[in-house]
């Protein structure tokens, strides 16, 4: 049997997203004939072309466009019409020595999403001139998406289609309504740029994976012209927002459209379901599978059946055309780029989270609650194995919760078998993150990471279970940054019993970690209390009363409340994000946060050395009683000529470091970096301790104490 497996428009115009290429890995392992569209990207190559745009441009009726940033665009189709082609190609890397035209302006024509342009020198300046042209080319590409939202079909975005009807659907009735209606031309372009992959393959099942609201649409219309055209075919849904809304659907009508839903992970009850369509298996070998018997949704679920970590294969990417990705860049800020910016290997450490505690997080659904870490030697292979397959060394781990212990393990991996690789992952801020885990994630080729700080209130901290206080975001920010590793946090409002004093206490918080230059970005969320979460299943714990206890027939996730709280959080909210914008641009630290508020708000109560105070560090640390000492320095120098002054030099990049040590430490450092040669670069601490119990009196803490010792730890020593 033969399956088709489709991301549906639209995620990220960048990468792919991993959900397929997972799948079709393990299917393909076990036999399976399987195939892979991301219907997303292939829509914007057919879309983004000379000639489909002359189509766009004839299709709007001049005399009805009353804008003046629409007419702007119709007087200079030409221009968009003959750049289009060139622009795509700069943004895929394939012509980059375009950005010099491109970088200068005037070779663009420029509508609205330029007037707001920033200084671009200010901005772009330190980045180079690729950069900026990515940027304009951004801009344009966001000027011609606008016109065809505005005048081709509302549904259009470059990361999402028609998402603002697929948001908080509690019934079907209007999203049927729009999938059953007349198709406008960007939604027969889907069509047809799917039908047309359809029957190059020929595949006797389609399975469309759902991440997010802005996905069902498309997936909707293109199973809609299988069942019209190929009724034969069985059509199967599952991903992220299948898992998380579509659990207690009551509404049979989705079952016009799709024969199957499937819930968690998808690689058993695919693989159960093909052998179920082959006649080798019976009805009730379904995995977390639902369907239409009888005019009523029948689930089956088996739900512990899932694949062992040990036995996932490497994701298969090389299905999908990772030449056609485009580069994007909305902003200068380095961190916020990783997003848009690069043909990011998407890879996954571990099945759910280590913690799964958070108040506000869906911890009761399998993605979170069932942790499994794989194993770290089998990612790295993994890493060169993607790596092979799309010719990009750099990485995104999108794990929720990346777990330190791992990625400690995996940097240790990386750095021996000495790949040069780039990655980022999202975290907790917890203490495990110390200097020298930083440090070697570094070494390791970590670039960035993401994590949580939520509302910067210890109280509220607590009380959502976050695991985390300011105190040690404060510390563990600093030891990624001072590694050099870019820091993201997200952040939230509107947590219920959150005062307005509380949130303003937050952001000044905020206002210090970017000052201290702890943290590069950040993004606030306003909380949105779902039913998966501790909160929704708990509300009065949190002091949240339901406004309804009511199931809906289609989707069920954000549930709505009401506290005791008397926040404007629409002012709020906008105060949060204009700060925090001016922050990531270095501006504005100077002011008092209560000035980027509309409204009236009381003045902080945080300190203004708040978190500089968190930072103190200790000066002389104990050895320590376990763990591995890994060298990260360039290099050394032993230098014993000279009987009476030995020194060891220690090479770093550009810079020497010299110390002289004690004559009685010869023989210990001399055999210290025998051991450590002999051992990669890797040793023991047991290890260094019986060196040294072997050649010095008063043992390990001599050399604790030792200036070479102190010279070692801060310039390569890392203890892990
Ligand atoms: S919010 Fe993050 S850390 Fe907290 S439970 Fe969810 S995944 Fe885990």
């Not at 900026?132 to 966001?142: D, G, N, P, Q, V």
């Amino acid at each position: 049997m033969r399956i088709l497996l489709v991301t549906p428009p639209l995620t990220q115009l960048n990468t792919p997203y991993p959900a397929t290429p997972y799948l079709a890995g393990y299917l393909s392992k076990q036999g399976v004939d399987v195939f892979q569209q991301d219907l997303g990207i292939e829509l914007i190559d057919r879309l983004f072309t000379a000639d489909m745009l002359t189509t766009i441009f004839e299709s709007v009726d001049e005399a009805s466009v009353t804008s003046h940033t629409d007419a702007k665009i119709l007087a200079l189709r030409s221009r968009y019409v003959s750049t289009i082609e060139p622009v795509v190609r700069f943004l895929r890397s394939n012509d980059l020595t375009l950005a010099n035209r491109i970088g200068k302006r005037g070779f663009l024509p420029e509508g609205d999403r330029f007037r707001h342009i920033a200084d671009l020198e200010f901005l772009f300046g330190d980045l180079g001139v690729v950069d900026r042209a990515k940027h304009l080319s951004t801009l344009y590409i966001e000027d011609i998406s606008d016109f065809i939202r505005r005048n081709v079909s509302p549904h259009f975005e470059l990361i999402r289609y028609a998402e603002s009807l697929c948001i908080a659907l509690p019934t079907f009735d209007s999203l049927k309504a729009m999938v059953d209606g007349v198709p406008n031309l960007i939604d027969r372009l889907i069509v047809d740029t799917f039908s047309d992959y359809f029957n190059e393959v020929k595949p006797d099942v389609v399975g469309y994976t759902i991440p997010f609201p802005g996905n069902l649409y498309a997936a909707l219309a293109c199973a809609k012209w299988l069942k019209q055209n190929y009724s034969n075919v069985k059509v199967l849904m599952g991903g992220g927002y299948v898992s998380t809304e579509l659990r207690d659907l009551a509404d049979p009508r989705l079952f016009e459209y799709i024969d199957y839903l499937l819930y968690d992970d998808g690689e058993i009850s695919i693989l159960r379901l093909l052998e179920y369509l082959e006649g080798n298996r019976g009805e009730d070998s379904l995995v977390r599978t639902s369907f239409l018997k009888d005019g009523a949704i029948v689930n089956v679920s088996n739900a512990l059946l899932d694949v062992p970590g040990g036995e996932r294969p490497a994701p298969l990417y090389s299905q999908l055309p990772i030449g056609k990705y485009l580069d994007m860049v909305e902003t200068a800020n380095p961190m916020l780029k990783l997003w848009s910016d690069g043909r990011w290997n998407k890879l996954i450490l571990a099945h759910g989270c280590y913690w799964a505690k958070c108040a506000f997080c869906d911890v009761t659904l399998d993605y979170i609650k069932r942790f499994e870490p794989y194993d770290a030697t089998a990612i790295v292979d993994m890493m060169e194995n993607v790596m092979g397959q799309t010719g990009q060394s750099g990485f995104h781990f999108v794990d929720e919760a990346a777990p330190p212990a791992l990625l400690k393990k995996i940097s240790l991996e990386i750095i021996r078998r000495g790949l040069t690789v780039s990655w980022w992952a999202n975290v907790r801020f917890e203490r495990s993150f110390t200097r020298d885990l930083c440090l070697l994630m570094a070494r390791a080729g970590c670039i960035a990471v993401s994590g949580g700080l939520e509302v910067a209130s210890d109280r509220l901290l607590a009380l959502m279970s976050k695991g985390v206080d300011i105190k040690q975001t404060a510390k563990v920010t600093s030891a990624f940054s001072s590694a050099g590793i870019l820091v993201h946090a997200y952040l939230m409002y509107g947590f219920p019993s959150e005062t307005t004093q509380e949130t303003i206490d937050s952001l000044e918080v905020v206002r210090q970690l970017f000052e201290q230059k702890l943290i590069q970005s950040a993004f606030w969320h306003r909380f949105a209390m779902t039913v998966h979460s501790p909160a929704g299943c708990n509300p009065e714990k949190y002091g949240a009363k339901f406004l309804s206890n009511k199931k809906n027939p289609f989707a069920n996730n954000e549930i709505f409340f009401t506290d005791n709280a008397d926040t404007d959080l629409e002012m709020l909210g906008e105060g949060l994000r204009k700060a925090t914008y001016n922050y990531m641009h270095s501006i504005g630290f100077e002011k008092n946060v209560v000035t980027w508020f509309d409204g009236k708000v009381p003045q902080t109560k945080v300190p203004p050395t708040l978190v500089a105070g968190c930072l103190v560090t200790v000066k002389n640390e104990h050895f320590p009683d376990s763990g591995t000492l890994v060298w990260l320095a360039d290099g050394y120098q032993l230098l014993l000529t000279d009987s009476r002054r030995p020194k060891l030099h220690i090479f770093n990049q550009s810079k020497v470091v010299e110390v002289i040590f004690r004559l009685e430490e010869i023989g210990f450092w001399e055999d210290f970096f025998l051991l450590l040669e002999e051992k990669g670069y890797f040793i023991g601490v047991e290890e260094v301790k019986a060196l040294a119990k072997a050649h010095l009196d008063s043992g390990v803490e001599a050399i604790s104490a030792s200036k070479v010792w102190k010279s070692l730890r801060k310039n390569g020593l890392a203890i892990v």
